[in-house]
């Protein structure tokens, strides 16, 4: 009797040309976007010649040079606050006496990848609301960090599994101290990944639209909410040139993300 061959996906027939085709469909605009952005033409899609002169326009922008700093401002804000946040909250989860309350825990703090975050955006901007608070800056830096901790949390939590515990049950029997402890063996391990995470609590804050049109302020506009007002009027070559510089910084962080969390493997 003939062997029957064992299914694998991988062989599935057209799987590469569909691949490609879904591949080209989701990236294809991006090529574009970042193309057109250095075209010298102030018509979008009219191309005339190669030229950096909407990245200067860019950079001569008074506006934009104010929508980026407070973009910036609010990512390190968030990103420091919410790994600090999501560093303690892994450790507590996976090192604490939290028993049965562990999932339900876990299950609040993944909440925001669950909810759509049009959601999320207006119950934070019913919660201040009701708070009194109206400090448009102050108030996107709490907005992002609590929006920002479970990317942060989730590789420390993973790394913190992965390691178990038996250093740490080594340093206690040579009568280290907690923070001794956590000083020379717990931190240095977990560093790869809070640096992971951090930088892709940066990226998210930086490229966070929803929240910041719901909650900014006057004064406190950041550049994906100045880039939208841009794009009411249509698109325009320094939209384009916004654009690509935005991808550029998201691709260098989350690979960034990505080296480090190789090298937590390879470590391993």
């Avoid at 250095?38 to 990245?55: A, C, D, I, Q």
């Avoid at 860019?58 to 929508?67: E, K, Y």
């Avoid at 550049?223 to 009411?232: A, K």
Wanted: with cysteine; hydrophobic share 60%.
């Amino acid at each position: 009797m003939r062997a029957t061959r064992p299914f694998t996906w991988r062989h599935t027939p057209g799987l590469s040309a569909f691949t490609a085709a879904i591949l080209v469909f989701l990236y294809a605009p991006l090529l574009v976007l970042v193309v057109y952005a250095f075209n010298s033409n102030r018509l979008v899609t009219v191309w005339t010649g190669f030229s950096l002169r909407w990245f200067a326009v860019v950079a001569d922008n008074q506006d934009i040079r104010r929508a980026a700093f407070n973009s910036i401002v609010i990512a390190l804000v968030a990103t420091v606050a919410s790994t600090l946040i999501a560093t303690a909250g892994a450790l507590a989860l996976e090192r604490g006496t939290l028993r049965g309350g562990r999932s339900v825990v876990s299950a609040m703090i993944a909440l925001p990848l669950i909810v759509p975050e049009i959601i999320v955006a207006i119950m934070t901007l019913i919660f201040f609301s009701l708070l009194g608070m109206h400090n448009g800056l102050f108030n996107l830096m709490i907005a992002h960090t609590v929006f920002c901790i479970p990317f942060a949390l989730l590789p420390v939590q993973a790394r913190l599994r992965d390691m178990g515990g038996v250093l740490e049950e080594a340093a206690r029997d040579l009568y280290a101290t907690e923070w001794r402890l956590f000083r020379r063996v717990t931190f240095p391990l977990l560093a790869p990944a809070i640096f992971a995470g951090a930088l892709m609590a940066f990226v998210v804050s930086l490229d966070d639209f929803l929240i910041s049109l719901m909650v900014s302020g006057a004064g406190s506009t950041t550049l994906p909410v100045y880039v939208y007002g841009m794009m009411r009027l249509g698109v325009t070559p320094e939209v384009n040139a916004i654009s690509t510089i935005l991808l550029l910084v998201s691709l260098v962080f989350v690979a960034g993300a990505l080296l480090l969390g190789r090298r937590k493997t390879v470590d391993q």
